[in-house]
């Protein structure tokens, strides 16, 4: 595989600069809240700059190839380099990752949730920054290892202190399912590592010698793979951590759950397991591709039963992420590159509703479906918001979710040659129909929660909800609409939403090249 | 009768001494010596000179492990790298380890200080044995020779039992102190029978005679298999594997938290050196007997040390269960030590386990002993709410905690890797089947060390009492050290790995 080594400091500079803030932090003392925020936004802003840095050097001519690319010796006791690069299949994610880092850094401006310690919480997401820029840059199994573990003790952090009332029971059950998955997910590298030679770790060195492995083998090396990427995913039947994480979260912890862990999963699918392991993949790709659509209809059916709207926001990820593994269970270049940017939309999407519940919950204390109505008279411009976002999710055409959708059930239409045409022919209907089902969640929700009359229990005047809210509301005493910080972070999504939407091409054009390379191997 | 002697005297030729390779060992002496005389001229409210004299020698003794390792293996081995016929040798191997017991050995007395100070008693006393303990573990660095080994691990035990006994008027104090003298007497006994075993059937003491000795005539005798089992479990019970571990937590729940600290890491480090020599020296003709042997000990060690350590409520308690567990994962790579081609990262896994493990599980300590100045409690519930009230130390123990559950990127996780992949290497069915037995319990080890991790975080106060620790600033020092450590290790592990240089160690037996 070609490289372009042309300024290989760039990444590492994007991936370690948030620990620089963090060692800044550690040195100023706690009670200075204002002035760590001040210093994680401007880290924050100092990666993001680093990022559209790359993101203006970034070669779109070549984006097949790895750019920035960088290999220095790491740990030769076992063979494994510091290989990093970044190509049009991970440039969007890595960005997209520092992007959301600096808005949810501006939304805790004035949200840092219970039990407050801005310091500790603004240090934990920008460690778990730098896992998740790492995580897309690597490009050796052992990094890619260290910087998707990176991420766990952060966010079980989060979700743990920060989280709601049943933290502890969420966060653990984050922390086994993560920790079960990549302990398989190691075992499935070090047999990699073993088949291939036992020469190096580098994946690009993986792809070119993965072929040789014997089938059977391979098809096992892929099995631990698949689980611990899966649980990430999360797919069916290993999302039952996700609705629990989620809900428990505090609201910065499940937009960045939502807009950038999910997709280490599906990422790790597209970069690692199936090009280095392509015969595999084509065994495998039946049995992701029903789980995929299972995911769908299950996802779905479970938003539809939800009372929480937290939960049902979290129900519906695993829906989408059934879209996206749908179109990576094809192996053609219009499913992959359909769910790459499933991935992004989501990200997006998703982050943002789980943005309007924190908000919602702040102002009402709940969110309870049928406590919650009137957003609309109360708050316009968050319900909205809202209903923006709801179209957006269930796949609106002329907004970002459409794109994801559409493209991965077309791509199920015709899958790769080497695939059964009439089990994805009979995935694709059901997915359809899963997206009937997400315009149903998704309007259904809205209806319950925006329209009508105001709930009287949280009119502005008559303090009736005194009794169990009054303890913790403070001086959020009023329901007011969207306030200037929940603008500033949520405006540049919204956009986002709006231009990918309209023009697609905008990402598929990065992503294309990259994919067509991908997927060159199932169409020999 | 004396001219007889003075007749043989004459015979006598000094053996050529290079000082420079001594020179760890020389300064250690001379500052045992230097504590134990300025402890009898000092008063008693300048009892402290003994500590920071006592941290000074080891830090002294530390330079020249350090020069000697600069000096490159060429120009060590010119100087007589191998002093008395090849029975005592200092070189890369040694060297590595040298530096780990000296700075555990300081890392200890930057926690004792305070401890011992606040003990108000025998001041003095505590140092020299403490020196005289890590003078013995820098000389079973280098020892390749039955006798200098057994002098090395008298050495280091002998002081060790009384420094157990410590809390000399309380009653776990006393029986942790005769629990470990009577066990580890016990031990010796039957490496001793071991070993006479040994020189009885070979003829020789010197290590590396031995190896090829073994099985001289064709075939594994009797008493061969006898000898090599006896060590082995002479060294098992001075390294706490099961089922030779029974005195490990009572022994570290008596003994003053400094001192635990000490026998988990440096005693243990310090058999595990012994084995790792006899093992690669000794016995590579052996590796039908002791692999099958140490294969059940490491599946024991590391299962039953996790689930005992599980049931523990009690912080020290559980540290020494879960020092148990890692004992295992230790022995886990030299039970595939005899197989072809795989004794490099058998010995590399080794060395970069050992220093990862001393250094983090030193840092909990300290923050255990720190946490204990103000809770006065060694309940796993006295940690609830840490995080609130210090959060430093709250992190800090997460930092050492994660390292020990091997959750990357902190020391832990190569440590764990390095064995994983050494027995991998291995390609045999033994290797395999202990690889997914360690991976088993590498999961049942992160729950207890995230039930520790979740009272840190998550949980309230138990008492309420939210006042600030004040760390002593020697723990401070000592906590700089293991978490920078811990947290280098895991990310440029190589820093350590390269020292594990098989044919460094092996010489001409290497294979």
């Excluded at chain 2, 030729?13 to 420079?20: E, I, M, N, R, S």
């Excluded at chain 2, 293996?73 to 780990?100: F, H, P, Q, S």
């Excluded at chain 2, 052996?286 to 523990?312: C, E, H, I, K």
Aim: hydrophobic share 55%; net charge negative; aromatic share 12%.
């Amino acid at each position: 595989m070609d490289v372009i080594s042309d300024q290989n400091w760039l990444l590492s500079l994007g991936t370690f600069l948030p620990l620089a803030g963090v060692l800044v932090m550690l040195l100023i003392p706690k009670r200075e809240e204002l002035l760590h925020k001040q210093v994680a936004l401007a880290t924050a802003l100092g990666t993001l700059g680093v990022g559209i840095y790359t993101l203006i050097q970034f070669d779109y001519g070549k984006a097949e190839q790895l750019q920035f690319y960088a290999n220095t010796e790491w740990i030769s006791v076992i063979k494994s380099g510091y290989t990093i690069g970044l190509d049009g299949i991970s440039l969007p994610l890595y960005f997209l990752s520092m992007v959301i880092t600096v808005l949810v850094m501006i939304y805790s401006w004035d949200h840092i949730p219970s039990p407050g310690n801005p310091k500790a919480f603004l240090i934990l997401m920008l460690v778990l920054q730098t896992g998740m820029a790492g995580t897309f840059i690597a490009q050796d199994l052992i990094l890619f290892f260290v910087f998707f573990e990176v991420v766990l003790l952060p966010m079980y952090f989060m979700i743990g202190v920060w989280g709601g009332e049943q933290r502890q029971y969420a966060s653990l059950k984050f922390f086994l399912y993560t920790m079960f998955g990549s302990a398989l997910m190691l075992v499935a590298f070090l047999a990699l590592f073993y088949q291939t030679g036992r020469e190096s770790f580098a994946i690009p060195y993986l792809i070119e010698r993965g072929i040789e492995i014997p089938e059977t083998t391979a098809v096992w090396i892929f099995a631990g793979m698949f689980i611990g990427f899966a649980v990430k995913v999360p797919m069916f039947p290993f999302h039952t951590w996700l609705p629990d994480a989620h809900t428990q979260a505090p609201t910065q912890g499940s937009v960045i759950l939502a807009a950038i862990l999910l997709k280490l999963g599906t990422y790790g699918f597209v970069r690692i397991a199936i090009p280095i392991l392509p015969q595999a993949a084509v065994k495998w790709a039946p049995a992701i591709g029903v789980l995929a659509v299972i995911g769908i209809i299950y996802g779905s059916l479970g938003c539809l039963a939800q009372t929480d709207m937290k939960r049902l926001i979290a129900f519906s990820s695993v829906a989408h992420m059934g879209f996206v593994m749908l179109g990576i269970s094809t192996l053609t270049a219009t499913g992959i590159n359909a769910a790459l940017f499933g991935m992004v939309a989501h990200g997006l999407i998703t982050g943002m509703l789980f943005f309007c519940a924190g908000s919602i919950k702040e102002r009402y204390h709940t969110l309870e479906i049928k406590r919650l109505s009137g957003l609309l008279i109360q708050m316009p411009k968050l319900g909205w918001i809202l209903g923006f976002c709801a179209m957006a999710s269930l796949g609106l055409p002329g907004l970002a979710g459409f794109w994801g959708e559409f493209p991965a059930i077309l791509a199920a239409y015709q899958p790769a040659p080497q695939l059964s045409e009439e089990l994805f022919r009979v995935l694709m209907v059901i997915a359809a129909v899963g997206t009937v089902l997400a315009a149903a969640y998704l309007l259904w929700l809205y209806q319950r929660t925006a329209f009508g009359e105001p709930n009287p229990e949280f009119s502005n005047h008559g303090h009736a909800h005194a009794v169990g809210a009054a303890a913790n509301d403070g001086h959020h005493d009023e329901i007011h609409d969207v306030t200037v910080f929940e603008w500033i972070a949520w405006t540049p999504l919204l956009i986002a939403i709006v231009v990918l939407g309209v023009y697609p091409q905008l990402m598929f054009k990065v992503m294309d090249p990259a994919v067509t390379q991908l997927v060159e191997v199932f169409n020999k | 009768m004396i001219a007889s002697l003075v007749a043989a005297a004459g015979d006598f030729t000094a053996p050529t001494v290079d000082y420079h390779a001594l020179a760890p060992e020389i300064v250690l002496a001379v500052g045992i010596c230097l504590v134990l005389i300025v402890d009898l001229f000092i008063e008693e409210r300048q009892r402290w000179i003994t500590s920071t004299l006592a941290g000074f020698v080891l830090l002294g003794a530390l330079v020249p492990v350090v020069t000697l390792a600069v000096i490159g293996g060429d120009v060590r081995n010119a100087l007589g790298g191998e002093l008395l016929d090849g029975r005592y040798v200092v070189d890369e191997y040694a060297l590595i380890l040298k530096a780990l017991f000296l700075i555990a050995g300081y890392v200890v007395v930057l926690m004792s200080s305070d401890e011992i100070e606040s003990g108000k008693y025998h001041q003095g006393e505590y140092y020299v044995l403490l020196l005289s303990s890590v003078l013995g573990m820098v000389m079973m660095a280098s020892a390749r020779d039955l006798i200098s080994i057994f002098v090395a691990l008298e050495f280091l035990s002998i002081p060790a039992y009384m420094l157990a006994a410590w809390n000399k008027r309380n009653s776990k104090g006393n029986e942790a102190g005769m629990k470990y003298y009577l066990l580890g007497v016990f031990a010796s006994a039957i490496l001793l029978y071991g070993m006479s075993l040994l020189y009885g059937v070979t003829g020789t003491t010197l290590l590396k005679d031995i190896g090829p000795a073994i099985t001289a005539n064709g075939q594994f005798s009797g008493v061969e298999a006898l000898a090599v089992v006896f060590v082995v479990v002479g060294f098992a019970f001075k390294v706490s594997a099961v089922p030779f571990h029974q005195w490990a937590p009572d022994v570290y729940e008596g003994a003053p938290t400094p001192i635990t600290a000490f026998l988990s890491v440096a005693s243990k480090a310090a058999g595990f050196v012994a084995l790792t020599t006899m093992v690669f020296l000794a016995f590579p003709l052996a590796s039908d007997v002791y692999q099958p042997f140490m294969w059940v000990l490491a599946v024991t060690s590391m299962t039953v040390g996790n689930l005992l350590a599980l049931r523990q409520t009690n912080i020290v308690r559980m540290l020494a269960y879960s020092s148990i567990s890692q004992g295992g994962f230790i022995l886990m790579p030299l039970t595939v030590a005899g197989e072809k081609g795989v004794g490099e990262s058998v010995l590399k896994a080794v060395i970069v386990y050992l220093v990862v493990y001393a250094v983090t599980n030193l840092g909990a300590f300290a923050v255990v002993i720190a946490v204990a100045k103000k809770t006065r409690s060694g309940e796993i519930s006295s940690f609830g709410g840490l995080f609130s009230y210090a959060p430093a130390l709250g992190v800090l123990m997460t930092v050492f905690l994660a390292s020990l559950a091997g959750i990357p990127p902190l020391g832990g996780w190569f440590a764990k890797f390095g064995a994983f992949k050494a027995v991998l290497d291995a390609d045999t069915n033994w290797g395999y089947s202990i690889a997914v037995i360690a991976a088993l319990n590498t999961v049942i080890a992160a729950a207890y060390y995230v039930t520790v991790m979740r009272e840190i975080w998550m949980k309230p106060v138990p008492d309420g009492d939210v006042t600030p620790i004040r760390t002593p600033s020697s723990i401070q020092a000592a906590l700089v050290i293991t978490c920078g450590a811990t947290v280098v290790l895991g990310v440029l592990p190589d820093l350590v790995a390269r020292f594990g240089d098989l044919a460094d160690l092996t010489g001409a037996i290497g294979r």
